[in-house]
């Protein structure tokens, strides 16, 4: 029997101590697990801590880049309207500059008109002079007291063609349509083979296109470009023409007329004018106004 009690009395032991050591093990493993648990949750406050100053640093670069849009966006739209306000500056520039050197063009042609009218009247006088100092003393008038054959009807004749031209031209730079075209139109009847008779059909031409007539303007600058290529307003002409063609809306027949005049007379001022023409074109720019 005190054998049997001295082997049950470790055995005793052991099973007293298996329960506070499994105890003593499992308290150690919830110990572990809320030190875990603990260092997750301030992971996990770091981690929000760290992307709630993220997230508001990327919110302060979003506002500035949005600032900076809007303010690139107010910048474009002020080029946008400086550029628009240069084009519109230059199409009005271009038609006064037009509008220039049609001027210049005329005062040359009337300066021109008047040195010949000067040249005529000191060959007159000369001619004039050479008949008085060869007219014989024989000479004398007839009955009627005049030199004229008896019987011999008046003609009514036109006015020297220089008096014809200059009087025309001052209507036209006076803005007299109405009587500059009839005396271009007179100048042309008697004159036809005038070295100025191809200006006079060009100041036709353009006075129909100042009153809106492009229709006809159209086959009066034509007349210019076939009966007179040669002559120094065949530039115009050819500008004026294209100009008529797309006042008419005739768009395709209009840019071929101003890229023919270019090709004909590439450093001709019309050609850069039309140069010009087709460049607003291009870009959209409203139509031109007539007397461009």
Known sequence: MRIRHFV?????????LLPAHSAFAVSKEIIQLQTQVQQLQDQLT??????????????????????NMNKIA?????????????????????????????SLHDSVDELKARVAALSKKLDDMAAAQQNLNNAAPTNAPNGNGSGAAPGAQPVNQAPPA????????RDYNAAKYDLASGEF????????DNDRAGNAQFYIADIEYRQGNFDAAVKDY??????YPGGNKAPAAQLKK??????????????????????RYPRSVEAQQARDRLARLSGGTKKGKPGE
């Open 8 to 16: 049950l009395t470790p055995a005793l032991v052991i099973l007293t």
């Open 46 to 67: 770091a981690m929000k801590t760290s992307f709630d100053e993220r997230m508001g640093v990327m919110r302060n670069l979003l506002e500035q880049s949005t600032d």
């Open 74 to 102: 107010q910048q474009i739209d002020a080029l946008n309207r400086t550029l628009a306000q240069q084009a519109q500056d230059s199409a009005t520039k271009g038609d006064q500059l037009s509008g220039q050197v049609q």
């Open 162 to 169: 220089d008096v014809l031209y200059d009087n025309a031209l």
């Open 185 to 192: 139109s007179d100048f042309l009847k008697f004159y036809s």
């Open 222 to 227: 034509d007349k210019v470009l076939e009966q």
């Open 242 to 263: 294209g100009f008529a063609l797309l006042e008419l809306g005739q768009r395709e027949a209009g840019v071929r007329e101003l890229h023919a005049l270019i090709n």
